[in-house]
C-alpha cells in the first residue's frame, strides 16, 4: 500500500509545534483586543467573482479554484474543450475559489452587512488562506494570517495604531530586532509622474521585486515595459536616498513638489510621524523605505511590510490603506479602510531560527499522577480531580507500568510536575511531588501542593 503524503506547500502541526503556534496567536488576539479590535469569521471558499480582480493579475494567477460539483464540463462549449487552454474553460467549470487573503472577504462581509456594521468598523480575523504558489521556505500554499482592519474612516490615527500593535506584539513574543518598513502609494504614484512612467503599475510590481532581483534585475524589467535609461537612473536615484525620515520627506517634497498625489503621500506620513510622538512612541524600528510598493493593487495610501533582521525569511507582516475595495462590489458609498496582518507561520519559523519560544511555551499539562499500583491508581483519580478544579491542567497516567516509563513519558511531554503516589502516600495523604527539571522531591498535602503550583 502506498504511505500517504501531504500536498505540497502545506503541513500537519504536531502538538509540540501547536504550543508554541497558540503562544504567537494568543499574544496577537491579546494585542487587537486591547486596541478595540472585534472578532470575525468568513467561510474558507467564496465566489470566484467575489476573488478575481481584487489582487492583481499575479494574483489572480495564484487563486486555487474549486471545481463545480457533478458533471463539471457538461455545460462547457466544445470549442473551448478543443483549443485546450485552462483559462478559457475556467470559469466554466469553476465558481468559487479557496479564500486568497482576509481583506477582500471582509471586504465582502462589510457591504453585506453595512446596516448592522457600526462605523468605524474595527474587526481581527485569524484563519488560514491558499495561494497556489512555488512552495519554498517561508512560502507555503496554506498558511495562517492574524488580520486587524479599521473601515469607515480617513484618519491615520489607524496607521499610527498600525505601528504601536506591530510593535507590542513583538515586545511580547520577544522579538526585539526587526524593521517596520513604511512608504505611501501617493509618493509611488508621484514617482511614477515624476519619471514619465505610462503604466504606474507595472512600476510597482517591478519596484516590488527589488529585494529578489535586486538593481539590475528590476531595470532588466523596466527596460523591457519600454524605460527608457533616463527614467531608469532618475528613478534610482530617488530610490536609493539614504537617511532619516525627515531627510527623505524634505529630499522628496523637493523632487516631487509639482505631483499632486507625492505631496498628499509625503504629508500623510509627516501626519503619522507626529501622531507616533504624541503617543509618547519614538520612530525606533520605523524605516521609511521609498522602495516600498506591496504588489496587492488595492491599495491606496499608506503600506507596510515588516522583516525580522538577521534571519533568512522575507517580510512576517504587512498591510496599508485602501480606498476602492467596497466600491468593487458596487457598494455606492466608498468607505476606506486600513488593515496589515502577521503571517504567523513565518514569525514562528523566525523564532525557532532564532531560539526565542519561552519553554514554558511548549508545555501542555502542568502535573503527571504516577501510581504504584490499583490502589494508588484510583486514589489519584481524587487528586487529579482537585487540581483539576483548581484551574491547574493535569492528566494521570493511564496504564499500570513501571514508575520509570511513567516518568519517562513526563519527561517527553515537558511536563514540569509529577506527583507519585503508593501505598504509603494513600495512608498519610502527603505526596511526593517532583519539580521534573531541578531533581528536587518533597512531600505535600493536596491543599499544599494545589498553593505551590
Known amino acids: 500500500m502506498e504511505k500517504p503524503t501531504l500536498p505540497k506547500g502545506t503541513r500537519d502541526f504536531g502538538p509540540a509545534v501547536m504550543a508554541k ?92 452587512n453595512r446596516n448592522e456594521v457600526s462605523f468605524p468598523f474595527k ?5 488560514p488562506v491558499w495561494r497556489a504558489d512555488r512552495p519554498q521556505k517561508g512560502r507555503y500554499r496554506e498558511f495562517y494570517q492574524c488580520d486587524a482592519d479599521v473601515v469607515g474612516t480617513d484618519s491615520l490615527i489607524c496607521e499610527a495604531e498600525i505601528i504601536l500593535m506591530i510593535k507590542e506584539v513583538f515586545k511580547a513574543i520577544g522579538i526585539t530586532d526587526y524593521t517596520i518598513k513604511i512608504n505611501h502609494r501617493g509618493i509611488l504614484s508621484g514617482i511614477a509622474e515624476h519619471v514619465k512612467a505610462e503604466n504606474e503599475t507595472s512600476l510597482f510590481v517591478a519596484i516590488d521585486k527589488l529585494d529578489k532581483i535586486g538593481e539590475e534585475g528590476v531595470k532588466n524589467e523596466l527596460r523591457g515595459k519600454g524605460f527608457d535609461e533616463k527614467s531608469l537612473t532618475t528613478l534610482f536615484h530617488i530610490l536609493n536616498v539614504k537617511g532619516s525620515l525627515t531627510n527623505k520627506i524634505a529630499f522628496l517634497a523637493a523632487t516631487l513638489d509639482t505631483t499632486q498625489h507625492g505631496m498628499k503621500g509625503l504629508r500623510d506620513l509627516q501626519e503619522v510621524s507626529n501622531i507616533l510622538k504624541s503617543y509618547g512612541a519614538t520612530d525606533e524600528h520605523v524605516e521609511f523605505d521609498i522602495a516600498l510598493a506591496r504588489g496587492l493593487s488595492y491599495y491606496t495610501g499608506c503600506i507596510f511590510e515588516v522583516k525580522i533582521n538577521n534571519v533568512s525569511i522575507g517580510s512576517v507582516s504587512g498591510g496599508g490603506r485602501y480606498d476602492n475595495l467596497t466600491k468593487a462590489f458596487g457598494d455606492k458609498e466608498n468607505l476606506s479602510g486600513v488593515g496589515f496582518s502577521f503571517g504567523v ?15 514554558d511555551a511548549q508545555i501542555s499539562s502542568k502535573v503527571l499522577v504516577c501510581h504504584f499500583d490499583d490502589e494508588s491508581f484510583h486514589y489519584g483519580l481524587g487528586v487529579l480531580t482537585k487540581l483539576r478544579a483548581a484551574g491547574i491542567a493535569s492528566e494521570i497516567y493511564p496504564d499500570q507500568s ?26 498519610s495523604g502527603e505526596l511526593a511531588i517532583k519539580n521534573m527539571e531541578k531533581g528536587e522531591q518533597e512531600k505535600l498535602t493536596i491543599d499544599q501542593i494545589i498553593s505551590k503550583l
Open 345 to 359: 507561520d513565518r514569525i514562528y519559523d523566525a523564532m525557532e531560527e532564532l531560539q526565542l519560544f519561552p519553554k
Open 21 to 112: 503556534r497558540q503562544f504567537i496567536f494568543e499574544n496577537i488576539k491579546k494585542v487587537f483586543q486591547k486596541y478595540g479590535f472585534q472578532p470575525l469569521e468568513t467561510p474558507a471558499m467564496e465566489n470566484l467573482s467575489t476573488l478575481t480582480g481584487k489582487y492583481g493579475e499575479e494574483g489572480d494567477q495564484l487563486l486555487f479554484k474549486i471545481l463545480n460539483s457533478g458533471d463539471f464540463l457538461k455545460d462547457v462549449d466544445n470549442t473551448k474543450l478543443e483549443a485546450r487552454s485552462s483559462k478559457q474553460i475556467a470559469f466554466d467549470i469553476s465558481e468559487k475559489g479557496l479564500r486568497y487573503d482576509l481583506t477582500v472577504p471582509f471586504a465582502r462581509y462589510v457591504v453585506m
Open 402 to 427: 513501571k514508575l520509570k516509563k511513567q516518568l519517562d513519558f513526563a519527561n517527553k511531554k515537558s511536563i514540569p510536575y509529577t506527583i507519585v503516589i503508593g501505598s504509603e502516600e494513600v495512608k
Open 123 to 127: 474587526r481581527y480575523q485569524i484563519q
